[in-house]
């Protein structure tokens, strides 16, 4: 299975396990999560990601975002287990 972003020409294979869902109201607050997970995972997948993110100044959105008052990279990870 491939699976990539639009801004990719071709999807690539997974590099990465699932590190599972999340949720905001705040999309600056979710995105800061998503790459907070990424980079303290133990997934040996990650410096590909965490490359590509690099590379496309992902960082630097996040941080645009916030300063032009999007939202706020704040928040607070609550984890909903389905047992």
């Known amino acids: ?8 020409k071709k999807a690539e294979d997974l590099c990465m396990k699932d590190i599972g869902i999340l949720s905001s109201l705040d999309p600056i607050a979710l995105d800061q999560a998503c790459l907070d997970l990424v ?12 490359e590509r993110i690099e ?9 645009a ?14 984890e909903i287990n389905d047992n």
Request: negative net charge; contains cysteine; aromatic residues 10%.
């Open 65 to 78: 975002a916030n300063e032009l008052g999007f939202g706020t990279k704040e928040y607070e990870l609550i």
């Open 55 to 63: 590379s496309r100044n992902g960082i630097h959105t996040i941080d």
């Open 39 to 50: 980079y303290n995972s133990n997934d040996s997948g990650k410096s590909h990601l965490i």
């Open 1 to 8: 299975m491939k699976f990539d972003c639009d801004c990719c």
